[in-house]
């Protein structure tokens, strides 16, 4: 053959050669990438895309906002709660009633002359059928006579309001009266026994009793569940990805 030939030859076989095999950069790209460990793995995936940066944010973020809504759940509706378990379930019948004066409605939205009747009822207390008395609360049960409270007001202890069997208040005073009248006669019209909830003053032989109860166990686990859920969550995500990768994502930051 030629010298023409054999250089055509040579050509049409290193062209057919590159087709056939990787050529020596790629081999060399997939050897690397094979040799990579899990580090490397995340280093190379969170750094180039910045995903690691927005994981920790993520996460940090979840972790305050889990504990800050679960702090505010902690008083606005643990503590209330323990504080209504103290209450022993019961049945009142109605007693007695009278006025106690007018009272101021303390609300920034309502006209600041708006006023009601601040009526205190009594109640015959004695145990409910279904009552799961807690021990030693059989003195709490001698036929006694409690004052029955608003759930709102109970706790509201330097208000004048925290003997008031109602808090009926709307922008009218008129209608307020009109409505703590209605209330009043339906309770000397109707002497049925309801469930109600009762404790003894622990500095007088007095008694309390409530209407209802505003926060059941399941309000409260729910609301202590997903909080702390979310804080778990954000806590697992941050120390992994930190486990990971360490402060390495933010090697400017930490350079200055």
Request: proline letters at 4%; a neutral charge.
């Amino acid at each position: 053959a030629t010298p023409a030939e054999r250089a055509a030859g040579r050509g049409s076989t290193e062209r057919l050669n590159s087709w056939t095999q990787p050529s020596s950069l790629s081999r060399e790209a997939i050897s690397a990438l094979m040799a990579l460990e899990p580090h490397g793995v995340c280093h190379t995936l969170c750094i180039k895309w910045s995903v690691a940066k927005i994981i920790y944010l993520l996460s940090g973020s979840l972790i305050v906002c889990g504990f800050t809504v679960e702090m505010i759940v902690i008083g606005m509706i643990v503590a209330p709660y323990l504080r209504e378990a103290e209450f022993v379930e019961a049945s009142c019948q109605f007693n007695s009633s009278r006025y106690t004066g007018y009272t101021d409605c303390q609300d920034v939205n309502r006209k600041p002359n708006n006023n009601f009747p601040c009526l205190e009822v009594l109640v015959n207390f004695f145990p409910h059928s279904s009552s799961k008395l807690p021990v030693n609360s059989s003195k709490l049960f001698g036929g006694g006579v409690a004052t029955i409270y608003s759930v709102l007001s109970y706790y509201e202890e330097s208000s004048s309001t925290s003997k008031c069997s109602s808090r009926i208040c709307y922008r009218d005073s008129y209608m307020n009266a009109k409505q703590i009248a209605n209330l009043n006669v339906t309770l000397y019209n109707n002497q049925a026994a309801y469930q109600c909830y009762v404790r003894q003053e622990w500095a007088a032989s007095t008694f309390v009793a409530l209407r209802s109860r505003e926060i059941d166990e399941a309000k409260v686990f729910h609301c202590l569940l997903w909080p702390a859920l979310a804080f778990g969550f954000g806590g697992l995500v941050f120390w992994s990805v930190y486990c990971c990768l360490g402060c390495n994502i933010w090697p400017k930051e930490m350079a200055v």
